[in-house]
């Protein structure tokens, strides 16, 4: 405490010296929801990028609801007859980018639970570590289109991988100021010595406003500023502890990862601010895999039948990989989409599946492999249909910039128990959105069935929905 009263002392000195009127950084007091904001002035001193300036708070929308009174919405993606594979995007308006629900506090806990348990699996960013390959062999393995290589990192697909992860955090706190400024507080605007604070007062938590200024940051504790990610022990050592890496000529040298660190701290914060999984991809410098992008930031907690880190610093189509007929309907689609696909748009897609137990963080159980002998459980196993549950994903792209024109794939993950929440709600239980969905169900090929593990919940959930619809 003496310290810092000595370094305010300081601080007002140096600034009378050069004419600066003013005052001196105080600390952040902790919050109550009847004080006045603090340093109020802050939000005058910073502004949100631009292209969320025009959006409007939803506080101002006439259906508007609190969070915590915000039900999840009931989107429908499945129809009666064949199952297609599709893009099936769709526009969406800017300000639905990324929503707050009645989930979202319990949401959000969850997720960290799942990153303390799953870290290097579900957290990822591409650091100097993993550079493989030099400047200078660029030329020599540009536009490599074989798929069965390994991803050549550059130190600029570092640095670019760095600036495409501050262009989204810039993105996500302007998005959540802008839309919800009821519940995301800008408190304190960057300066030379800290990257500025913005408040979820949801949580109660304070996270960095400028990532790239906080990027730069040292080890110098600034826990006054009382940044809720920085320095977490939820980090394992090994992702950011100093390493040895040979130079240009040849000689080992002492390599630290502070930024590195910094990095993950940020990716971090996004996973407290937002309950969406958030996903950054863009193409190496080598133009690889026929300049296809690259899974090389971001989490991904709430995984549904597959290890994440499977997926990390491969290209679009190895991430689609287990997808059946992906090569096939969606390939040149789906890369063609993400090389023309305008800064700032935004677009929405939905899918749907279903499962036997009520994980959100799954790798292997929700996946039925081609030769795989999947035994049906009968409704009676399943305590008729207390173990059944629809999941659905609300997956949405946006392309962010001005620099990085990096892709930001995020998932809003959907999970209703059959009986419990999805027979019972005012939408879902409606009788022509059952048939529908037994429709569906039936209509899955075979193919589709088994990657969904159709067998094991199928003629259950079908039996159940047709119980349902003969009473109705």
């Not at 798929?147 to 050549?152: H, M, S």
Request: include cysteine; hydrophobic fraction near 30%; charged fraction near 25%.
């Amino acid at each position: 405490l003496l310290l810092y009263i000595c370094y305010l002392i300081y601080k007002d000195v140096t600034s009378a010296k050069k004419g600066d009127k003013q005052s001196s950084q105080e600390p952040i007091p902790e919050h109550r929801e009847d004080s006045a904001p603090v340093n109020s002035t802050a939000q005058s001193k910073w502004q949100p990028i631009q292209l969320m300036q025009s959006i409007e708070p939803i506080s101002s929308e006439p259906d508007y609801k609190p969070w915590e009174k915000n039900e999840p919405y009931p989107y429908k993606p499945f129809k009666p007859g064949e199952y297609r594979l599709t893009m099936g995007v769709r526009s969406l308006p800017l300000e639905n980018w990324l929503v707050l629900e009645d989930t979202y506090k319990n949401r959000i806990e969850t997720k960290w639970e799942i990153i303390k348990a799953n870290y290097k699996d579900v957290i990822y960013h591409v650091d100097p570590s993993m550079v493989n390959c030099s400047e200078e062999e660029i030329g020599k393995n540009s536009a490599d289109d074989s798929f069965d290589k390994e991803t050549l990192i550059t130190d600029k697909d570092v640095e670019n991988c760095n600036l495409s992860l501050c262009e989204l955090y810039e993105h996500v706190t302007s998005y959540l100021h802008q839309r919800f400024p009821q519940y995301f507080e800008v408190l304190l605007s960057p300066t030379e010595e800290t990257a500025g604070v913005i408040h979820n007062k949801i949580l109660n938590e304070f996270h960095p406003l400028d990532p790239f200024k906080y990027l730069q940051m040292e080890d110098t504790d600034h826990g006054f500023l009382n940044y809720r990610c920085m320095n977490v022990d939820i980090i394992p050592q090994e992702v950011t502890q100093p390493s040895l890496r040979k130079d240009k000529v040849g000689y080992l040298t002492a390599v630290t990862y502070t930024k590195t660190r910094r990095a993950h701290e940020l990716i971090l914060s996004i996973c407290r601010m937002v309950e969406e999984d958030l996903l950054l991809l863009l193409p190496n410098v080598n133009k690889q895999f026929d300049n296809e992008y690259i899974l090389q930031s971001g989490c991904f907690a709430f995984a549904a039948g597959f290890n994440p880190r499977e997926r990390y610093l491969r290209p679009l189509t190895l991430v689609h990989g287990p997808v059946p007929e992906y090569k096939k309907n969606l390939q040149s689609q789906m890369n063609r989409f993400f090389q023309t696909h305008k800064q700032g748009k935004t677009v929405m897609r939905l899918n749907f599946s279903f499962q036997t137990h009520e994980k959100l963080y799954v790798t292997n159980e929700n996946k039925g492999k081609g030769d795989e002998a999947i035994r049906a459980k009968t409704l009676e196993e399943l305590h008729d249909g207390h173990d059944l549950f629809y999941r659905s994903e609300r997956q949405c792209l946006i392309k962010i910039g001005p620099q990085s024109n990096a892709m930001c794939f995020s998932v809003k993950t959907y999970l209703w128990n059959i009986v419990e929440q999805f027979l019972q709600n005012d939408y879902y239980s409606q009788p022509y959105v059952v048939r529908d969905l037994c429709d569906a169900i039936k209509g899955m090929q075979d193919v589709v069935g088994q990657y969904k593990r159709k067998p094991e919940w199928g003629p259950a959930l079908v039996e159940l929905l047709e119980k349902r619809l003969k009473n109705t």
